[in-house]
């Protein structure tokens, strides 16, 4: 290292080393997200800037009407020495539907001011995070055409993406047959363990470990339950306004980094079933027992 | 042939993509791993960048920039995954005997590691500057407007990425070793 020169020879030589070829897997798993997702369209960020420019031009001429309104008071009334107090507004007893949900960094849980997302092929309605994008199912989910693990990729289930394209969320409904009665937890319980099995899902052997208790609608309660499997969290639901069985997928486990930023795989899941009326069963009383009691021994 | 693949792509056009990914792949992964130093990170880079590329394309407006657009992509996806949280140093190589020329003492398999150390604590936005000179061999303007940096930010990054590594290297050399305390004793 004598020199310049040597140097910069040196690092060039020391940077050649390494790897210079993209292994298969990594460009497929790469196209099949890009086929999985919407481009942008061309006028978006000519429409954002002009957005911007009309907010500002709202802003500012809502700040020179302030200003006159008030010039104007001070003008004709003198305006008070010593104002009074403003009175507090009254504010409303926050709701459980716009109740925020923890998120332990980054991202807020606020799924009451997430857009809405209204799925065409099933019907159901249900929120999704700020910026996320929407891609649409083309086709009905079935056990035939969808046995890969589920779906992560099917065109069979309506999918959001997030911004930097590093967590994925899905949701599809599994058609019933007539016969099948899914009125409780237990009666669920069995059927998430014949989907995981038909599906090819990886870990099939401890749902009941791994079942969190939910309602769906929390004044009936149909059954739901959530799974917290090692590289997805997905819940289940079924009952009431709900066709079939309902899926909501977050294709990360629980503690993956990609999700830390919402509190992790879980926290977005509830989120996103709350804006579908899915929530934990934590009811105090008769329903809360029922859910102690599932959790405890099975039935 | 490039140009007419892009504006199929940028139409909607996914297979007209699919060859454009498959052309810049192993381009993308080289420098990739050579900014991240860590193989998985790269591949996690690559593929982000490469659907973040088929979202954006329709807003690139000069097809003939695909390429140093896709660039200035990947570096920021790399930028996103050196701060992940993810451990930098779990994936130390072992260097092989094997490929040391005696003749050349920076390829020696200590200088070589102090060249891995040192580069391994350089913040990504040095180690970005310091490939796309040394190893894609961009003048530093070019570096600059690749990365979308003034050039006297460029300067600055590269001069303190250099000086760490030198300085890796020298203090490696000055760590006395059996031989030279028997001399001296």
Redesign the interface.
């Known amino acids: ?1 004598n020199t310049n020169t ?3 020879r ?14 298969d897997r ?2 497929d ?3 099949r ?3 999985l ?6 006028w ?2 000519s429409w954002r800037n002009a957005q911007m420019s009309l907010r500002l031009i709202l802003a500012a001429g809502v700040t020179v009407a302030a200003i006159a309104v008030i010039a104007a008071l001070g003008v004709l009334g003198g305006g008070p020495a010593n104002p009074s107090p403003t009175p507090a507004s009254p504010t409303s007893p926050p709701s459980q539907s716009t109740a925020s949900l923890p998120a332990s960094q980054g991202v807020a849980l606020d799924p009451a001011s997430w857009p809405t997302y209204t799925s065409a092929q099933y019907g159901f309605t249900i929120g999704h995070p700020k910026g996320w ?1 929407e891609r649409p199912a083309t086709r009905a989910w079935s056990f035939a055409t969808d046995n890969d693990a589920g779906a992560p990729h099917s065109d069979g289930a309506d999918h959001f993406t997030s911004p ?3 967590v994925r969320m899905s949701a599809w409904s599994v058609p019933l047959e007539s016969s099948a009665d899914l009125g409780s937890w237990p009666a669920l319980e069995t059927w998430i363990g014949a989907w995981c099995t038909q599906t090819g899902h990886a870990a099939c052997s401890e749902i009941h470990q791994r079942a969190v208790p939910m309602c769906n609608e929390a004044r009936d309660c149909h059954p739901a339950l959530l799974i917290a499997f090692d590289d997805d969290v997905i819940a289940f639901a079924t009952g009431g306004s709900i066709t079939g069985v309902l899926v909501v997928a977050v294709w990360r486990g629980d503690s993956a ?2 999700t ?1 930023a919402y509190g992790g795989s879980r926290a977005l899941l509830e989120a996103a079933l709350s804006t579908v009326g899915v929530v934990p069963a934590t009811i105090p009383g008769e329903i809360g027992d029922a859910a102690a009691t599932f959790i405890a021994t099975g039935k | 042939v490039q140009v007419a693949l892009v504006e199929r792509a940028r139409a ?1 056009d ?1 297979e007209a ?2 060859s454009l ?2 052309a810049a ?2 381009r ?3 420098i990739a ?2 900014i991240l130093r860590d ?1 998985g990170l ?2 996690d880079a ?3 960048t ?3 590329a ?6 690139l407006r000069d097809a003939d920039r695909f390429d140093a657009w896709l660039r200035r992509l990947l570096v920021n996806a790399c930028y ?1 995954e050196a701060r ?3 451990q930098w140093a779990t994936n130390v190589q072992l260097l092989s005997t094997d ?1 040391v020329s005696p003749t ?4 020696s398999v200590a200088e ?1 590691d102090q ?1 891995e150390r040192g580069f391994r604590r350089l913040p990504p936005e040095q180690r970005a500057v ?2 796309f000179h ?2 894609l ?1 961009l003048t530093l303007i070019e570096v600059a407007g690749e990365l979308g940096v003034p050039l006297g930010t460029v300067k600055s990054r590269l001069h303190y990425a ?1 000086n760490t ?2 300085a890796a ?2 203090a490696d050399l000055r760590v006395p070793t059996n031989s030279s305390r028997e001399h001296s004793a």
Do not use: K
């Open positions: 290292m040597d140097f910069d040196h690092a060039s030589d020391w940077l050649a080393d390494g790897p210079t070829e993209l292994a990594v460009l798993a790469a196209l997200e890009v086929h997702t919407r481009q942008r369209r061309r978006s960020a994008a930097d394209m590093t980094p990609q830390a | 909607g996914e993509f699919a990914a498959r792949g192993d993308l992964l080289a791993y050579r193989l790269a591949e690559v593929q982000q490469l659907v973040l088929w979202r954006e394309l329709p807003t996103r992940r949280g993810r490929q050349d003492a920076y390829t070589r060249l310091f490939v040394h190893y061999g250099t590594l030198r290297i020298e």
